[in-house]
């Protein structure tokens, strides 16, 4: 089945960078929508990014990110990806890389700590 594998998630002070990178397998990955969510501590896991299938023309952001979080993907490496700058607190989260086929896939969540 889809297997999904994050990484690049820590801690970093606010106004900070973090890149997350998604590697996937077992999947045509240049057909497949990507997702990132996110999910804070007592909170509801919300959609933070998504990018379209084949070349990625297609991105939307939820607008507590927008114009500090980018979406990309490299479908020659299997890989997407998400460039976060100008972090903030609010941010803290557990990361989560998603596709949906016939079923959803998430991979295992990487953790971003904004904090001073």
């Known amino acids: 089945q889809v297997q999904l594998v994050e990484s690049g998630g820590g801690l970093v002070q606010p106004g900070g960078s973090l890149r997350l990178s998604c590697a996937a397998s077992?999947?045509?990955?240049?057909?497949?929508?990507m997702n990132w969510y996110r999910q804070a501590p007592g909170k509801e896991r919300e959609l933070v990014a998504s990018?379209?299938?084949?070349?990625?023309?297609?991105?939307t952001y939820a607008d507590s990110v927008k114009g500090r979080f980018t979406i990309s993907r490299d479908n020659a490496k299997n890989s997407v990806y998400l460039q976060m700058n100008s972090l903030k607190p609010e941010d803290t989260a557990v990361y989560y890389c998603h596709t949906k086929t016939r079923y959803d896939y998430w991979g295992q969540g990487t953790q971003v700590t904004v904090s001073s």
């Open positions: 077992r999947i045509i990955f240049s057909l497949a929508g």
């Open positions: 990018i379209s299938s084949g070349s990625g023309g297609t991105t």
